[in-house]
Every structure is written in structure tokens, then in C-alpha cells.
């Protein structure tokens, strides 16, 4: 299966990964944790644990976010992009923003989506992978 973002993507390959592999998710994670110095997605949920195998990406974005707010800080703004020679992604894009929103417990308005090829450069260009990348705006609370 390719799943990104928490949709299921039709596609003839899938990513591999101890979770679900959705990295899309998973650099959302990423953006997070290193917005509180909070290691990655690695240290939390090692793919060593049987417990992760095969997890849900988004019930692990979920339990980011709640660590994040735990340290006292709001998520203001996230914003991601997918480099993916095929398939297509913007018919998904929308459904990926909702779901990544609800994961974070923050409006779909300040979750950023985006896809783009490699012009067939790359591991993502020769269709051998997909990468995903974020960044995320957060505030400190007094």
C-alpha cells in the first residue's frame, strides 16, 4: 500500500517501513519534535518495538502533537511538501490536509500540502522512493 497522509493512495508500489511507512506523516512528526528539541520519530517510536510494527502513522502524529502541547507549545502552522515522480498526488492532497489536521487537533487552514516531481532526478525521479519534507510554526505558551 502507499499511504500519505493517511490516504491510501492507489498506486502499483508501496512504501516499506516498520509503520504504515507513510513519510508524509512521519516528516509532519519530524518538523514537530525538532521544533522542541524533541529528537525524531526514531527515538520515540524505534522501529525496534514490535509495538510500532505496523502502526498507524497518524495515531503516532497524534501522540507527537500531545507531547509537543505537553511541553507547552501550540502548533500555529505546518507546512509539508512530497517529491514523487508518479503517481499524482493533488486529487489527495485535500483528504491528506484533513487528515493530518485532526491528527494534530489543529484546523485544516493551518496544515500545508504540496507534491512535486524531480524532473526523473534522484531516487524519488527514478520512482524508486518517496521523500516527504516539513516545517511547522510553533509558539511558546507564557
Known amino acids: 500500500k502507499l499511504i500519505l497522509g493517511g490516504v491510501d493512495v492507489p498506486h502499483t508500489r508501496g512504501l516499506r517501513g516498520h509503520s504504515d511507512a507513510d513519510v508524509l506523516a512521519h516528516a509532519v512528526a519530524d518538523a514537530l519534535l525538532g ?49 514523487a515522480q508518479a503517481p499524482k498526488l493533488s486529487p489527495y492532497r485535500d483528504a491528506m490536509r484533513e487528515n493530518l489536521a485532526r491528527a494534530m487537533g489543529v484546523s485544516v487552514e493551518n496544515v500545508g500540502v504540496k507534491a512535486t516531481t524531480t524532473e526523473r532526478l534522484g531516487f524519488e525521479g527514478l520512482e524508486e522512493g518517496i521523500s516527504a519534507s516539513a516545517v511547522c510554526l510553533l509558539c511558546r505558551r507564557p
Open 35 to 83: 521544533g522542541i528539541r524533541g529528537g525524531d520519530i526514531g527515538k520515540l517510536f524505534p522501529d525496534t518495538d514490535p509495538a510500532y510494527e505496523g502502526a498507524d502513522s497518524l495515531k503516532l502524529l497524534a501522540a507527537v502533537a500531545g507531547k509537543v502541547r505537553a511541553e507547552g507549545y501550540d502548533i500555529l502552522d505546518v507546512d509539508s511538501v512530497i517529491a
